[in-house]
Antibody, heavy 120, light 110 residues
Framework: QVQLVQSGAEVKQPGASVKVSCKAS????????MHWVRQAPGQGLEWVGL????????RYAQKFQGRVTMTRDTSRSIDYMEVTSLTSDDTAVYYC?????????????WGQGTLVTVSS | QSVLTQPASVSGSPGQSITISCTGT?????????VSWFQQHPGKAPQLMLF???NRPSGVSNRFSGSKSGNTASLTISGLQADDEADYYC??????????FGTGTTVTVL
């Protein structure tokens, strides 16, 4: 069965960086795009970016350009998302989300989420 | 990057139909038929309900339907049930994005 298992919660100081991992299993990792979506406490969903199946292509939301890097280790079936220059506004649950590719942005599996707390 | 605009809340009685709107611009909903809808129960990860405007993933009830007119997409839930009480989010492909979410709508079953 498909599983996306994310790394544990993180607490970071303002200005620091965080790297969240997403370990995939139960399917051919290089067949699907992976998105990252975040949700601040009590707030709505926000699309952060995506990585291509082979890992050689990424797209990021404009507001994260230059501050987010998504990478893929295809040998280990792990996706990574690094966010730099953290502020309190980055406090959120970050999800990795597999795209089924049935259509455009048609996610079928979500990771359990990783809470990133930015606080001094 | 603008978000898509949804009503904050919509309510209905069991068995009724409700419609949630999602308003964008000519750079997103108005240009592309790539609108998705998600349902999120409290404390849970979102679940895809519709993609590409009106397509349902396997396992999603046919009580959920979608449409689009101009810059506005809509999700209709017919035969409202207690379990439909949740937050709903639309998303769209966009020229500047590539993807953007709506502001979210809380559905209450009276």
């Amino acid at each position: 069965q498909v599983q996306l298992v994310q790394s544990g919660a993180e607490v970071k100081q303002p200005g620091a960086s965080v790297k969240v991992s997403c370990k995939a299993s139960g399917y051919i990792f290089t067949n699907n795009y992976m998105h990252w979506v975040r949700q601040a406490p009590g707030q709505g969903l926000e699309w952060v970016g995506l990585v291509s199946p082979s890992g050689d292509g990424t797209r990021y939301a404009q507001k994260f350009q230059g501050r987010v890097t998504m990478t893929r280790d295809t040998s280990r079936s792990i996706d990574y998302m690094e966010v730099t220059s953290l502020t309190s506004d980055d406090t959120a649950v970050y999800y990795c989300v597999r795209d089924s590719q049935s259509g455009w942005f048609s996610p079928d599996y979500w990771g359990q989420g990783t809470l990133v707390t930015v606080s001094s | 990057q603008s978000v898509l605009t949804q009503p904050a809340s919509v309510s209905g009685s069991p068995g009724q139909s409700i419609t949630i709107s999602c308003t964008g611009t000519s750079s997103d909903i108005g240009r592309f038929d790539h609108v998705s809808w998600f349902q999120q129960h409290p404390g849970k990860a979102p679940q895809l309900m519709l993609f590409d405007v009106g397509n349902r993933p396997s396992g999603v009830s046919n009580r959920f339907s979608g449409s689009k007119s101009g810059n506005t997409a809509s999700l209709t839930i017919s035969g409202l049930q207690a379990d439909d009480e949740a937050d709903y989010y639309c998303s769209s492909y966009t020229t500047s994005g590539p993807y953007v979410f709506g502001t979210g709508t809380t559905v209450t079953v009276l």
